[in-house]
């Protein structure tokens, strides 16, 4: 912990934060960001490269977190913090320290790393790949669908209130790729965010159970929604009913949603702005392990995976999978059926459901056989990702 204010300064000067990003935190100055990062760090894994004088050029952090994939609960690793002065730059550093890293994710058992990419292509370089979308809407106040006749209600909550918790807590459980957040995880999700405009409402059903909640505030005319969530159809519905009742007080709602599902197709009138950029991406750790847990909906013919991975050279060579009668999972590394040639990147984005086999193979990011591409079809969930959390 001595060294967290040589981390901050050298995360400030890589990613340029600046007084007015402290200001719309309502942070009071520097100091108290690093005292709001004191306990995150203290759960973090922190490696850096030092020269004379006990100097911090280079560093990353591995955030301890939690994921549902395709409903089985993964230990994950979110990379963080990650820079290097200029002056040290192009030197092989943070490529040492991102092997480092992977060698202590593995360790850890942390099959699964999660990263927001402020440069893809290197990232890429690196292994990782994108697995999540974020889509951003506006809608102006005459397009707001009409107040739904839903049995439940909707009332405002502080942030934190226990049936906000409760509802992501268990949105969470239902949803491939979301974060399962503790207390930490709370803290880094609200950790920007204007500490006077954070509002929750909560709908509730006909029974005064929590179903839905959407994060909000409101500014000079404009309804933002930060995140909006629920557990069925009602629930959303009630929301979105909820924020129509503001018509009079807005001229848009501006908001953000991490799944592919448009906005637009859900209302009436879909004349609508959308807009869909990458959001985060993720790394398999150890493909054996990952694959050993790995949820398929079914069984196949035996075939193998031939992986390359730049970096963590445990990933690269074969890996058989083949199925008993009992559908139990082995994986050898004799090539057992036919290859299906793929890196890790790729390999990522397939078990990660962000893109099919099919579209794959089709731009060439694998290849192997029609019978076996089939096969990846049939056994591979078709969920995509959601992904609404930053670290």
Known sequence: ???LKQFNELLHYVFQVTDSDIEEGRYEDESEIIRTKRPVLREADVYGWFIQDDQLISQLAIYPCEVNIHDTLYSMAGLTGVGTYPEYANLGLMSELIKLGLTKMRENEQWISYLYPYNIPYYRRKGWEIMSDRMEYKVKDTQLPKPADVPGYVERKEINHEDVLA????????????????????EEYWRWENEEERIAAVYYNREGVPQGVCFYSIAKGVFHIKEMFYLNQEARKGLWGFVSTHFSMVETVEGTTYKNESIAFLFEDSEIKESIDPYFMARIVDVREFIQKYPFISTGKPFHFVVNDPIAEWNNGIFSLTWDENSDLTITDEAIGNPVYIDIQTLTALLMSYKRP?????VERLTTDKETLRTLERIIPDQEAYFSDYF
Do not use: P, T
């Not at 509802?167 to 709370?186: C, P, S, T």
């Not at 099919?358 to 089709?362: A, F, V």
């Open 358 to 362: 099919s579209y794959l193979y089709r």
């Open 1 to 3: 912990m001595k060294y």
């Open 167 to 186: 509802v992501y807590d268990e949105f969470g459980k239902q949803n491939h790729g979301a974060m399962i957040r503790q207390e930490l995880n709370w």
